[in-house]
């Protein structure tokens, strides 16, 4: 090792010259990390238990997947509401099916803000009440009231239907609220839409929200990117694009172009965005669609900040929802949201 | 994996019953990630040379591999002074050697300011004019003078003695200079005693630095952290905690515990620090290092800031100097000084 690194250093290049496409990583196994709290260390230690072969479902089956979701997700959220400490009401804002999650307290520079948000779920499952499950994290520990978009979904309705019910309730919202007051927010599926939605506003010369949070945001749905790679079996949430994730992303996007900015904003314009939370895991397939969208906001010219949880794997942070550290990311993205939204 | 997925939604923590210590994780091959320039290409391919045995060498080898570097890097820092439009000038101050790095043009906002360097090499390598290598990349990128701090090294001097002289010079620079308007960096090796001398001027009640940069710090070297394993060989430039850098760490360490907060930071008291930016890589052995350190400042009250380069092992920020993705993290870290530091 030493030979190699005093060539890096003092050469800063020589290493170069052994150049190749692709490299062999052993096997290894890895310990859970001793370095998260005891609940975490319980979401991170599962091997995945997922398929790379595609799943080769019929539109029925694809809708009774989702159905699956849709009634674990809303036994789930019924949980959540008593635990955290919020009422979660149904409601339709422009035409689209939204929750309106309000927490016990809200905070008193909250009281004039509001936050849309857009569920993750490869923008196939997670739909009815599930929505909300993250919603009613970011309720709960910022304090705050948030309205989850209920948006309708393939096979029935792909692209850009999702993107259309975002932006219909984002128009209706600001009708009543100073855009600079209200913040956009989602995870995953979630948080490319948080970023494909403000491309959209931007070309519609729309005003934009105020502050936007994008976790984990399936910014890229081609498989490119580093850690599609290296935290491919490492990430045991997501596992591996391949399968389940690939069929979903051509599900949704339909005829169009994987490649087109409002399916994987990476390839889209980032100037002239508002300030930016990004929430990554060291173990997170999509690790690299969080980092590159960090850097190009910043080299856009826009203030971005990026955190980075220990030993998560995608979106751990909203699923291990009793772990401390869930906590503390809600409560990172509550005063970025405090430090730049308008009251 | 969709039913592991719905369980980890619907129940968020079924697949917890799994638990396991550890998973192994099979042989595979990753790409050179076609999402980074092509400089940074030649650096991320090859792979890493090293040996995980530990190198067992005397205090003589130790020094002749440490002599190896500095003449390697004494080269190479006069290489890029050229390329760089920097001048390096030896001097004393507190009666430690320093280089005395001045980029051709000073920013105006930058006149009444400095930054205070401390090199990496495990604590170990790099010392000499190799020291100021990556002052010499901040100089020129930030428009700012920059002191860098040619530390004591082990065998003949182990902790405290880097530590004892960064303080010496800090101490000095201080008294002409406000150190609000001073800051303080450095990577790896120079990122932990960037931490461990804050924490130092803490109990000491001394001026702190106006702010940070820790890059990519060597904030546990215990090989504690996720990362430690995940990003074992895939990281091209550490590799593993097993051989060169465990024996690096005991033979600073000398009989003192690596625990020991002003060895491994991340175990210090963090509160009161200076807002503090932190780098690391998506392949990089002290990611955990790095985000395990972030979390705990902002935990601790503080403002912390952190970038995380696409398919960088540790470190490839100053060693690939040529990558465009080098000069914009040390622009992205020179925005942040002048963010921080007073005028």
Same mark, same amino acid.
């Given at each position: 090792?030493?030979?190699?690194?005093?060539?890096?250093?003092?050469?800063?290049?020589?290493?170069?010259?052994?150049?190749?496409?692709?490299?062999?990583?052993?096997?290894? &196994?890895?310990?859970?990390?001793?370095? +998260? =709290?005891?609940?975490?260390?319980?979401?991170?230690?599962?091997?995945?238990?997922? =398929?790379?072969?595609?799943?080769?479902? &019929?539109?029925?089956?694809?809708?009774?997947?989702?159905?699956?979701?849709?009634?674990?997700?809303?036994?789930?959220?019924?949980?959540?509401?008593?635990?955290?400490?919020?009422?979660?009401?149904?409601?339709?804002?422009?035409?689209?099916? +939204?929750?309106?999650?309000?927490?016990?307290?809200?905070?008193?520079?909250?009281?004039?803000?509001?936050?849309?948000?857009?569920?993750?779920?490869?923008?196939?499952?997670?739909?009815?009440?599930?929505?909300?499950?993250?919603?009613?994290?970011?309720?709960?520990?910022?304090?705050?009231? +948030?309205?989850?978009?209920?948006?309708?979904?393939?096979?029935?309705?792909?692209?850009?239907?999702?993107?259309?019910?975002?932006?219909?309730?984002?128009?209706?919202?600001?009708?009543?609220?100073?855009?600079?007051?209200?913040?956009?927010?989602?995870?995953?599926?979630?948080?490319?839409?948080?970023?494909?939605?403000?491309?959209?506003?931007?070309?519609?010369?729309?005003?934009?929200?105020?502050?936007?949070?994008?976790?984990?945001?399936?910014?890229?749905?081609?498989?490119?990117?580093?850690?599609?790679? &290296?935290?491919?079996?490492?990430?045991? +949430?997501?596992?591996?694009?391949?399968?389940?994730?690939?069929?979903?992303?051509?599900?949704?996007?339909?005829?169009?172009?994987?490649?087109?900015?409002?399916?994987?904003?990476?390839?889209?314009?980032?100037?002239?965005?508002?300030?930016?939370?990004?929430?990554?895991?060291?173990?997170?397939?999509?690790?690299?669609?969080?980092?590159?969208?960090?850097?190009?906001?910043?080299?856009?010219?826009?203030?971005?900040?990026?955190?980075?949880?220990?030993?998560?794997?995608?979106?751990?942070?909203?699923?291990?929802?009793?772990?401390?550290?869930?906590?503390?990311?809600?409560?990172?993205?509550?005063?970025?949201?405090?430090?730049?939204?308008?009251?």
């Amino acid at each position: 090792m030493k030979t190699c690194w005093i060539a890096l250093y003092v050469l800063a290049g020589t290493c170069a010259a052994q150049t190749a496409t692709e490299r062999s990583i052993p096997a290894r &196994t890895i310990p859970t990390p001793a370095t +998260v =709290s005891p609940e975490l260390q319980k979401a991170i230690a599962p091997a995945w238990q997922g =398929s790379t072969a595609a799943p080769k479902l &019929t539109n029925e089956e694809w809708k009774a997947r989702a159905k699956q979701f849709e009634d674990g997700g809303t036994q789930m959220v019924e949980g959540m509401k008593k635990k955290f400490s919020v009422t979660v009401t149904e409601q339709k804002i422009g035409g689209v099916r +939204v929750y309106d999650v309000k927490p016990d307290t809200i905070a008193e520079a909250n009281r004039r803000r509001l936050l849309v948000h857009v569920h993750g779920g490869a923008y196939v499952f997670s739909g009815g009440e599930a929505a909300a499950s993250e919603a009613v994290l970011m309720a709960h520990h910022g304090q705050i009231e +948030v309205i989850s978009v209920d948006y309708r979904m393939p096979p029935d309705f792909p692209f850009p239907a999702a993107l259309d019910d975002s932006l219909a309730v984002w128009k209706e919202v600001v009708k009543s609220h100073d855009p600079k007051n209200v913040g956009l927010f989602g995870t995953s599926a979630g948080g490319g839409l948080t970023l494909a939605t403000v491309i959209k506003l931007k070309e519609l010369k729309a005003p934009l929200p105020g502050a936007l949070m994008a976790g984990t945001p399936w910014a890229d749905l081609t498989k490119t990117g580093d850690t599609y790679y &290296t935290n491919e079996f490492v990430d045991n +949430v997501l596992g591996s694009n391949d399968g389940f994730l690939d069929s979903a992303a051509r599900l949704y996007a339909g005829t169009h172009d994987l490649k087109e900015p409002l399916l994987s904003p990476i390839y889209g314009d980032l100037s002239g965005f508002p300030p930016t939370i990004l929430i990554s895991g060291t173990r997170d397939l999509f690790l690299s669609n969080t980092v590159r969208v960090h850097q190009k906001l910043l080299q856009s010219g826009n203030r971005a900040e990026l955190l980075v949880f220990e030993g998560e794997s995608h979106a751990q942070y909203e699923i291990a929802v009793d772990a401390p550290e869930s906590g503390a990311a809600f409560r990172e993205v509550a005063q970025f949201f405090d430090r730049n939204l308008g009251k």
